[in-house]
């Protein structure tokens, strides 16, 4: 064998090794083995055992699974943790632990189905996972029958909301704006960080009728209901609403298809009122479609699991499909680890 292909025979293994890495991440968090070790960093294998509740042979295979894929590290007889792992050795309820169980819960086995899924060009670990022995039809129709689930999904989309929009108000002065539209703005989390972060700002948020009256429940604790309302509808087939001078889609139109989204573009340019501005924040490929992985990830997600026509895609195809509906560009910014925020205004004179 020459070095070249003993190299590649290398990186084939670590990527089949790969599919392991994963399981004990989750096992590891399950235990509580990284909150042991950060409030007893150098436990022993026999203090670690006897702490998690394990038989001493358990405890060997995890201990070795985890100094293996680099989950923990030891010198000489003690465990530690890693920086990485010790950012989930703390409170379950925070983003990167919720994630973790996320995935495992409802990614780790349906993505199993991604050849399938690619060969017949439909969700099928969905179908073959999640909706297995239910009487669901879809992903949220199966969160409604489990509530466990429902809180874990919830959990995780209010974590990934609320770092969308902190990158976002950050990122974007809306201080010039009125009234915005989120369009497919869920239980409020973008429309009341506007309202608070801008005082003067008033917001209409257009969600499907369920998702509407949770949003307007957090509207009223917010204390915002007089600048800030939730309307349900299907933003997919009825007009959107007039006296807007900016449109917000933040992390919506990647489930949808590209005939979708253009359609999508020419109404919000009729309802935009001259001089305003439509801001898209996406999970957005790269312009050569080679990365990253976030997006790769999202894109697998949303073909085997969430969405029958959506991916990703990238922000030159949204500048593509947003100036032939009438948009003039404006910019493009990276915001965040995940996102790309993109703005285009709609010409004053029109």
């Given amino acids: 064998m020459t070095e070249q292909s003993a190299t590649g025979m290398d990186e084939l293994w670590k990527l089949v090794y790969t599919s392991f890495r994963f399981p004990f991440l989750h096992a590891a968090l399950r235990l509580k083995l990284f909150t042991l070790l950060k409030e007893r960093p150098g436990s022993t294998l026999?203090?670690?055992?006897?702490?998690?509740?394990l038989e001493k042979r358990a405890?060997?295979?995890?201990?070795?699974?985890?100094?293996?894929?680099?989950?923990v590290r030891k010198d000489g007889d003690g465990y530690y943790n890693t920086a990485a792992t010790n950012l989930v050795a703390g409170d379950p309820g925070e983003l990167m632990p919720v994630i973790i169980r996320y995935t495992h819960e409802m990614l780790y086995r349906p993505i199993g189905w991604l050849y399938e899924s690619l060969v017949h060009n439909?969700?099928?670990?969905?179908?073959?996972?999640l909706l297995a022995g239910s009487s669901a039809t879809t992903l949220y129709e199966r969160l409604?029958?489990?509530?466990?689930?429902?809180?874990?999904?919830?959990a995780m989309m209010e974590h990934q909301s609320r770092a969308a929009v902190e990158d976002l108000v950050n990122a974007v002065d809306l201080s010039p704006y009125?009234?915005?539209?989120?369009?497919?703005?869920?239980?409020?989390?973008?429309?009341?960080?506007?309202?608070?972060?801008?005082?003067?700002?008033?917001?209409?948020?257009?969600e499907l009728p369920n998702v509407a009256k949770m949003a307007n429940d957090r509207i009223a604790e917010a204390g915002?209901?007089?600048r800030i309302r939730a309307v349900g509808t299907d933003v997919m087939q009825d007009e959107l609403p007039t006296s807007h001078d900016c449109v917000v889609f933040s992390r919506f139109l990647e489930i949808w298809s590209p005939e979708q989204v253009r359609n999508l573009f020419e109404r919000t340019y009729r309802a935009l009122e001259p001089g305003g501005h439509l801001v898209i924040v996406t999970c957005a490929q790269d312009d050569d479609e080679t990365g990253p992985v976030h997006a790769a990830f999202l894109s697998a997600y949303l073909h085997t699991v969430a969405s029958p026509e959506g991916r990703t895609y990238t922000p030159r195809e949204f500048e593509q499909w947003y100036t032939e509906a009438g948009f003039e560009p404006m910019d493009r910014q990276v915001s965040g680890r995940f996102d790309v925020i993109l703005r285009a205004r709609k010409p004053a004179s029109d």
Avoid: M, Y
């Fill in 46 to 53: 026999d203090e670690i055992a006897d702490a998690l509740g």
């Fill in 59 to 71: 405890g060997h295979v995890l201990l070795l699974g985890c100094c293996a894929f680099e989950l």
């Fill in 122 to 129: 439909d969700n099928l670990g969905l179908h073959r996972e």
């Fill in 144 to 154: 409604a029958e489990d509530e466990n689930l429902e809180k874990l999904f919830t």
């Fill in 178 to 206: 009125r009234h915005v539209l989120d369009v497919g703005g869920g239980t409020g989390t973008n429309a009341i960080s506007f309202a608070q972060r801008w005082p003067h700002l008033q917001a209409t948020i257009l």
């Fill in 224 to 226: 915002l209901s007089e």
